[in-house]
């Protein structure tokens, strides 16, 4: 009995063996079939047809989504790689419905996400770079700092912020970092760790009334670089408020003018930004800087939550440097994970 469960009908009646594979080509023939002949093919399957188009213009008109409104623009583009994975459920649905329209429609969403995202799906970190940089927002209630800072050193950073640093835990930071880093600062609840001096450190008004970001000069081999670290105001989604970024937004605003207002020409921005490359929102940043991520990481280097990473919050962006590799660091006892990068100085006038 258990034999004949494995065999199947030949052409002159008989049985055999059934080949690897037949239940499969059988589906397959079954579903192929049934698309022959069949004029409806073009006319079933407008409502999937619609979504597919409303999935489209949605990834690219993302931009003219407005913020008035519990901020959903922001909000769109804060998750945007993820409007992705309605791409093969719409596929799917548009096999099972038998509808062709319905498939032609699915590759306008999928033409879009791959023009905005599919470049960071290609690997194009390099090898050089003559300055690592790393930052991580530790989390103030993590239950070993210890651990964290000398899990964070053991990346070979020359350069690395630390952001969410309560007063009680610093000198456990200060303590672990010590053997790695002989130049350090802490202004407010972000410091910075360094292999090489630092001069003209002063905290960055980002206008909420307590330090939470902080700038400083280091003496690099390849000359004096202007390292800002960071770290914005959390955001919020809530039902009756949608997506509460204001506070976020001014600050943003405010780290962009400082930004503007360097005279130094090579500059590194570490940190937490609670927000995306993509969130509008954070433009008096971005639009100065060059994400070394974007430029030259693999992948979408996702940094929160530590748990089941969904967006890039923690950013390391650089002008008058070349991100040569950017990637995350293994996770510790933070809800983040560290990210590092591997950037070129311009040497140049």
């Not at 032609?104 to 970190?125: C, H, K």
């Not at 800072?149 to 303590?175: I, M, R």
């Not at 995306?276 to 433009?283: C, E, V």
């Amino acid at each position: 009995m258990a034999q004949q469960a494995y065999r199947t009908e030949t052409a002159d009646g008989g049985s055999g063996p059934e080949r690897p594979g037949t239940r499969l080509r059988r589906l397959a023939h079954r579903l192929v079939s049934g698309w022959r002949g069949d004029p409806r093919i073009w006319r079933r399957g407008a409502v999937l047809a619609g979504l597919a188009l409303l999935l489209a213009l949605v990834m690219l008109l993302h931009a003219h989504i407005p913020n008035a409104v519990g901020n959903l623009g922001s909000l769109t583009e804060t998750f945007l790689p993820w409007l992705g994975l309605a791409i093969p459920v719409l596929l799917v649905l548009g096999v099972l419905r038998k509808s062709a329209t319905a498939l032609i429609a699915v590759l306008l969403p999928a033409i879009v996400w791959l023009n905005l995202f599919g470049g960071l799906l290609v690997g194009r970190t390099g090898a050089g770079g003559d300055l690592m940089v790393a930052t991580h927002n530790v989390n103030a209630d993590n239950p070993d700092p210890a651990a964290t800072a000398t899990g964070v050193a053991a990346s070979g950073a020359d350069v690395l912020a630390l952001e969410e640093l309560p007063a009680s835990a610093v000198p456990v930071y200060e303590k672990a970092l010590a053997p790695t880093y002989r130049h350090h600062a802490v202004v407010g609840t972000v410091g910075l760790w360094s292999k090489y001096p630092m001069t003209d450190v002063r905290a960055v008004d980002i206008k909420l009334g307590w330090k939470r970001a902080m700038r400083a000069t280091l003496a690099t081999p390849e000359g004096p670089v202007a390292v800002y670290v960071a770290h914005l105001p959390s955001v919020r989604v809530k039902i009756e408020a949608g997506f509460t970024a204001r506070q976020r937004d001014k600050s943003a605003d405010a780290l962009g003018e400082a930004i503007a207002d360097e005279p130094l020409r090579r500059v590194v921005l570490l940190g937490d930004l609670n927000g995306t490359m993509n969130d509008r929102s954070l433009n008096a940043v971005t639009s100065q800087l060059r994400s070394t991520q974007g430029a030259a990481g693999s992948g979408f280097g996702f940094s929160w939550p530590a748990s089941f990473p969904m967006a890039r919050i923690d950013q390391i962006m650089v002008r008058g440097a070349e991100p040569e590799s950017s990637w995350t660091l293994p996770r510790t006892d933070s809800d983040h994970l560290p990210v590092a990068a591997r950037v070129k100085l311009d040497t140049g006038a």
